[in-house]
């Protein structure tokens, strides 16, 4: 009779245990919130007391939530910790992580069943990931009560079920190919090429050290880094090594080919068909730094993936790398898939269409030359980029299967800083370019009219006897007034202009300068861009602990002094001169094509702002920039002398106290309709009318031979 009633007790305890089983496997159609949490009636044999139980259930699934692997081994089984040691654990779930792409994870403890010293904890994984979505999955784990505590008995299979027995866990990773950089017209600047990664299976090596030399000489890299790669690789693992072009793969292909546990695989990496044309606007693909690494696993990266480190590739990384997808599966230790954990699909990536138009690319690039400096040509109505020079430059092809440490410390250490995008992140005094803004604040609030004159005898003392500042025409320029002041780039005019502004407000001249958009970045898609400096009286008592003189105006007047400012700047001002005043922000992308997930995205024109100025200044600066190009008095006249096309602008020749002068020429064609606008830096050029002018004739006349 006794043995009748506990095997009834015994099969009772059996089909609780059963239907808790069953109700987490119904988990995937019921709520599991809906299932209370269990514990079992005590059995007729005497047990210990159990305290915890359901404390360190909790505990073990909490401190997996807040990835506290620590606290997690601390609360298995004094048996499960004799067959793992910490370190291990901590690994195992680490990597379990970091290859499942895991950024959150919830657990919610479903039931908890005890039988003596024994117990069952129904449990729910979910578990958000990088590269395959969502995660729900139903488990069990197995706790028992010894040495006076309970403890959670640890397999692989409490993070999936199938990984008992050995079971592999591995993500394969769907990565689509980069999107495409075009010009405005779809010519293809920056696109996906074949190339060739060099890779090994470690079990098929049979010369190590010749394989070593050979990869060695023919990837440039360590034997050392090459064997640490594939280290602590399974036998029949592929680890690759390195990338070729598709061309240096066949150079070296019968070398490559008679290695024993060498394996060519194909792979699409980035090119640039141009060479180094607009490299500075396109950026460069390169390595994932050490620091950066957690930051882009977050984004499902590996940390051997090229990313984009400057120019367009970085400010398009998301949208020219698409979204990577993946599936996760359990394999046997012998590689056979055994299933599928989870699965979603890449979407593809999105190519940006820029602005440039790439034949008036080639031609500013060609004016410039070998010249130190850079050129910039935008539309003036609507800001968007035509063309954009930087020299010297750089081949961002160097980048493609990677770069050692000795070529990058001689591009990084060259001194003509190849990599500096000069038109935008460098930073220069306009000199005379610069005295459109003081015409244009004199004509506004210092009480002046076109037709004020003044007197240029070559030398000005109106900051003393003591100061004397002298004319860029020794002889002097005689009685002009201000609109031919700007015409013929009169100094003495302008000191006076300066002085004057001074005496009225010493900020007013500095707060012009910043309407027409200088001392802040424009705002390009181009990440590199530097704000430049306009200097005023705060600035130099905070910076230099200095008052703020009559005589630092009077230099400001005439664009020296502190005053700082990038090419891209001095040709959206000019534009905005232009174009009657709209202040536009410059544009490089012209529109983002469609995914599948997302539309075509098109940009449209951004207006920074509206210059200050009356109808009758911005005709009297006009007027006199016209001058400048088409009569015989202006400082321009002879280079630009002979065009077809009646255009406008201005000379600048900006002094350097520690070499040549820089040369600026800044304008607009036509003068009566403006089409194009371009500004031209020669660093250490000299006279900007003799350096700079002729190669903004280039840009200019090769821009409308286009439009033909």
Known sequence: MADSW????????????????????????????????LKGEPT?????????????????????????????YALLSPSSQAEITQAEFVRYYHDAAAETTMTALETQLVSLLRDGPQAQAAYRLIMDTVLVGRIERDNLMSLSYADGRWGVNWSPGLIFRELEGGNILRLFRHMPSRGNIYDRYGAGLAVEDQAVTVGVVPGQIEDEERLLAELGW???????????????????????IGDLSFEASQAHYGTLTSLPGVVLRDKWVRAYPEGDLAAHLLGYMGKIEQDEQAAWAAKGYRSDEPVGKAGLERWGESYLAGRRGGTLVVLTPTGRQ????????????????????????????????DERG?????????????????????????????????????????TGRPLVNRATQGTYPPGSVFKIVTMAAALEEGGFTSESTFNCPGTWYGLGKDWPKTCWLE?????????????VSCDVTFYELGKRLHELDPTLLPRYARLFGLGAPTGLEVPEEAAGLVPDPDWKLAELGESWFPGDSVNLAIGQGYLLVTPLQVAAMMAAVGNGGTLYRPQLVLKITASSEEPEQVFEPQKLGQLPLKPETLSAIQEGLLRAATSPEGTAYRALKGMEIAVAGKTGTAENPDADPHAWFAGYA????PQIAVAVLVENGGEGSQVAAPLFRQVVEAFFKLQQ
């Open 338 to 369: 055994l299933v599928t954990i989870k699965e979603q699909p890449a979407v593809q990536s999105r190519s940006i269409y820029t602005t440039l138009d790439q034949r008036l690319q080639q031609a500013a690039e060609a004016a410039l030359g």
């Open 6 to 37: 506990w095997l009834a007790v015994m099969m009772i305890k059996k089909a609780v245990l059963l239907w808790a089983v069953s109700s987490l496997l119904l988990c995937t159609t019921i709520s599991c919130r809906a299932i209370p949490l």
């Open 218 to 240: 023919i990837l440039g890299l360590e034997a050392a880094s090459i064997k640490e790669k594939y280290a602590l690789a399974r036998p029949n693992w592929y680890v690759p």
């Open 475 to 487: 002889k002097g320029h005689g009685q002009v007034n201000l609109v031919q002041a700007l015409t």
């Open 670 to 673: 036509p003068a009566d309709d």
């Open 374 to 414: 850079a050129i910039v040509a935008l539309d003036p109505n609507t800001g968007q980029i035509l063309a954009l020079a930087s020299h010297p430059t750089f081949d961002p092809n160097m980048f493609i299967t990677g770069i050692d440490s000795d070529r990058w410390q001689v591009l990084a250490g060259d």
């Open 44 to 72: 007729a044999t005497p047990t210990p007391t159990l305290p915890g139980l359901e404390e360190v259930a909790l505990g073990f699934l909490k401190s997996w939530e807040r990835t506290d692997y620590k606290s997690m």
